[in-house]
């Protein structure tokens, strides 16, 4: 599953592949992906004549703005996007293709089929699912120490699950909470209330700097073939616990130890994170 870093990359890559492209004509080859609107047809003939402006990102979610319209697409497990000529043939496995006028074509492909795309009114895409409980963005100027500080009060859960809860705050998947739990030196159960201030501020620190740092290590290295996966090999470099169960921790040397929180594998360093 790509994370935050991942989709980030994904994003930069797909600016320099569709913006300023219009919009000629949709296949849907395999329905089920297109959530909203129902009706597939409908789907198509929305986006027909549409120009993206712009690429964002939202949690996991890809945004691509339209003059009407937001196209909000989820890759899941293995979603992927590959910007193609029309007349290059279509790989197994391509369930929707946007044609250009420009005779370039952008192609969805998703061996598991669990990717999702939603179209909504532009400007209505926070009231509504898929986006609108999502939590605050850690790379946005508005997410401080302060207000995490905030966000932790009264919440009585451990911190590894509540950092993962998408509508307590978006972006930090199962591989980047341990990364940033282990540079802040905070044990993944601890209680979330319990923190000190002097702590939530590394916390703070830590999540910015280890979704960041994995995004430079993304952004090194774009193609004009993107996915959401592919990279993954290049982000481990980064990553200091998670998947090393029984490696040496880099800090102390003590042995990293993998437990279940919240039903999830977690990585850690018991001398490190006590
Ligand atoms: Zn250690």
Known sequence: MP?????????????????NKKIERVSVLLPRIIRRPADVEQFKSILVGQTIHAVERRAKFIKFILDQDVLISHLRMEGRYGVYQSSEEIEKHTHVIFHFTD???????????????????????????????????????????????????????KI????????????????????????????????????????????????????????DAGGSSIK????????????????????????LCPSCSTEIVKIVVGGRGTHFCPSCQK
């Open 3 to 19: 994370e935050l870093p991942e989709v980030e990359t994904v994003v930069r890559t797909l600016r320099t592949l569709v913006l």
């Open 103 to 157: 005779g370039t074509e952008l192609r969805y492909r998703d061996v598991r089929q669990f990717g999702t795309m939603d179209v909504i009114p532009l400007g209505k895409e926070q009231e509504v699912e898929p986006l609108k409980k999502l939590g605050p963005e850690p790379l946005d100027e508005a997410f401080t120490p302060t207000l995490l500080s905030s966000m932790l009060q009264r919440k009585t859960t």
């Open 160 to 215: 590894k699950p509540l950092l993962l809860n998408q509508e307590f705050m978006v972006g930090l998947g199962n591989i980047y909470v341990d990364e940033a739990l282990f540079r802040a030196n905070i044990h993944p159960e601890r209680v979330a209330n319990t923190l000190t201030n002097q702590q939530i501020e590394i916390l703070h620190t830590s999540i910015v700097q280890t979704l960041q740092e994995a995004i």
């Open 224 to 247: 004009s073939y993107v996915n959401g996966q592919g990279e993954m090999g290049m982000f481990q470099q980064v990553l200091k616990v998670y998947g090393k169960k029984g490696e």
